[in-house]
């Protein structure tokens, strides 16, 4: 993958291809407009999932977090302590996906970035990460159980594997270090369950993460309605 990355439809901002990497002859002011140009579509791909989750009581207050990769080593993340609902293009830091001492992380970004670091870390597909409190899914990660989204076609389609990791307090270096591990188990899941905690949404474009989020929050409200869940 490049270090830097195509506004939607693969287009240069002018409108002609896109040119990316060294060597490609585009001059750093060209470079630095593009890169702008993808962090404002991005800003507005999370503020409107923002909005989508919150219409849908799958957040509220200022609960949840989001980002999208905005290069190779790079991530947009939601600032803590906003509204999902009413967030705005300036309600975005920046976030390296590898920790160093040259690129300390801003002291606005949420607080479970670590959770989103992890993500991008092991997964190279992972172009955006939600995380939200929806209630049927959170309902099966409190009693420590999957749903079995199997019987449904949306559910194979649009959901794909899912996986389950144990509580660990918000935030911390722990419950990063669990989602990274359950990330890079070989079914590759798109949804994790975070006991305790809601779930996790990993998707190659916002709106991607978004819908695997809705659709699986759709099939577990169905499985409690019809009596089914184990344990």
């Known amino acids: 993958m490049s270090s830097e990355r195509m506004p939607p439809g693969g287009q240069h901002p002018e ?3 896109s040119k990316r990497g060294i060597g490609s002859g585009e001059t750093p002011s060209a470079a630095s407009t593009r890169l702008q140009a993808i962090r404002i579509a991005l800003s507005h791909d999370l ?3 923002g909005r989508v989750l919150e219409r849908r009581g799958m957040i509220v ?19 803590r302590s906003r509204r999902k609902g009413d967030l705005k293009s300036r309600d975005y830091v920046e976030v390296s996906v590898v920790e160093s001492a040259e690129s300390p992380v801003p002291l606005t970004a949420s607080s479970e970035y670590r959770v989103h670091r992890a993500a991008y870390r092991a997964r190279q597909d992972a172009e955006a990460v939600l995380h939200a409190h929806p209630i049927m899914l959170t309902a099966f990660a409190v009693r420590g ?5 199997g019987r449904f076609d949306e559910g194979r389609v649009f959901v794909g594997p899912i996986v389950l990791v144990p509580h660990f307090p918000a935030g911390s270096d722990s419950l990063a270090e669990a989602v990274e591990r359950a990330l890079v188990e070989p079914a590759r899941p798109g949804l994790v369950l975070m006991q ?14 978004l819908s695997r989020l809705e659709v699986a929050e759709h099939l577990a409200a169905t499985l409690i309605a019809a009596g089914r869940v184990p344990g």
């Open 196 to 209: 305790n905690h809601g779930a996790l949404s990993l998707g190659q474009s916002v709106d991607e993460a």
């Open 15 to 17: 409108g002609g291809p």
């Open 47 to 49: 503020t409107r999932a």
């Open 145 to 149: 159980v999957l749903p079995d989204f």
């Open 61 to 79: 207050a200022t609960e949840g977090n989001l980002s999208a990769r905005l290069t190779e080593n790079r991530f947009l993340i939601s600032r």
